[in-house]
């Protein structure tokens, strides 16, 4: 694992930022480049930072395929608290992607079961997914794989935990209520399928499941610890998120960094 660290939110936001995009630059015109996306908070600098970069005409998503990790069961997409609004209001509308590029889980499919297989089958179809860009529940969960989660999942149906209902109810007017209690999200397995993982972590209350994710032992109390065992994966974190790490762990990701 790499671990980046960056003082603020805006540094790491422009870290991860222009790492992805240099990789979307690079990639041959003759197969498109698959990228996992998150919702959430943290991700909200980098998507504003690569549409700054597409109204520069610095990059284009029209050679971008992207698949996003999760989805509320029950919300339908024009919902206003749904993914796919949060996606399109937040990216996609504001980049050059082209709509048929871009794949979210419904919510409201009537076999959710098989609307979560056929999301496999298309990310296997598309190639798999080169980057896998996520964020991390402050209990360590990636996409809505909560802990004790088995490694080795698959997208499917999930049930969020109090504490996830809690942590979301801020994009819900602060109702836990009215927070949807199950979504449709990719699997730990998915994520680990990915050729590259890259995991944002901002703010105090993300610390101490980076230090699970780095220095803990590898268990599904944590589901982001099994990235200890994926061989392309970057952890970008700001200096709060990063504030359980060890003096040695900071060290070694300080000295060793490369751009
Ligand atoms: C939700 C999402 C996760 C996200 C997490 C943290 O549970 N399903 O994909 O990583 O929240 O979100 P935030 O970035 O807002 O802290």
């Not at 969960?141 to 935990?161: D, Q």
């Not at 209520?177 to 994520?191: C, D, E, F």
Request: net charge negative.
């Amino acid at each position: 694992m790499r671990v980046i660290i960056r003082d603020t939110y805006e540094m790491m936001s422009k870290w991860a930022a222009n790492a992805v995009a240099e990789k979307i630059k690079k990639q041959e015109k003759t197969k498109p480049f698959v990228l996992g996306l998150p919702t959430g908070s943290t991700p909200q600098g980098v998507y504003r930072l690569w549409v700054e970069a597409k109204e520069k005409g610095l990059l284009s998503f029209s050679n971008v395929v992207t698949f996003n990790m999760d989805e509320y069961v029950g919300l339908s997409p024009d919902d206003e608290n749904s993914y796919h609004v949060f996606m399109y209001r937040n990216l996609f509308d504001l980049v050059d992607i082209p709509k048929e590029n871009v794949h979210i889980l419904d919510g409201t499919a009537i076999d959710l079961e098989g609307e979560c297989q056929a999301y496999e089958s298309a990310i296997t179809a598309a190639g798999g997914i080169a980057l896998f860009l996520g964020g991390i529940g402050r209990d360590g969960h990636i996409a809505f794989n909560e802990p004790y989660t088995p490694f080795t999942s698959r997208t499917g149906v999930r049930t969020l935990t109090a504490d996830t209902v809690a942590a979301n109810a801020r994009f819900f007017g602060n109702d836990e209520g009215r927070v949807p209690k199950r979504a449709l999200s990719v699997g730990i397995g998915t994520v680990m399928d990915a050729g590259e993982v890259m995991i944002l972590a901002s703010g105090r209350n993300k610390a101490h499941a980076v230090w699970e994710t780095v220095e803990g032992p590898i268990s599904h109390k944590c589901p982001a610890s099994v990235l200890q065992l994926h061989e392309n994966v970057t952890l970008v974190c700001d200096g709060e998120a990063a504030s359980e790490l060890s003096k040695d762990a900071v060290r070694f990701f300080r000295e060793t960094e490369t751009a």
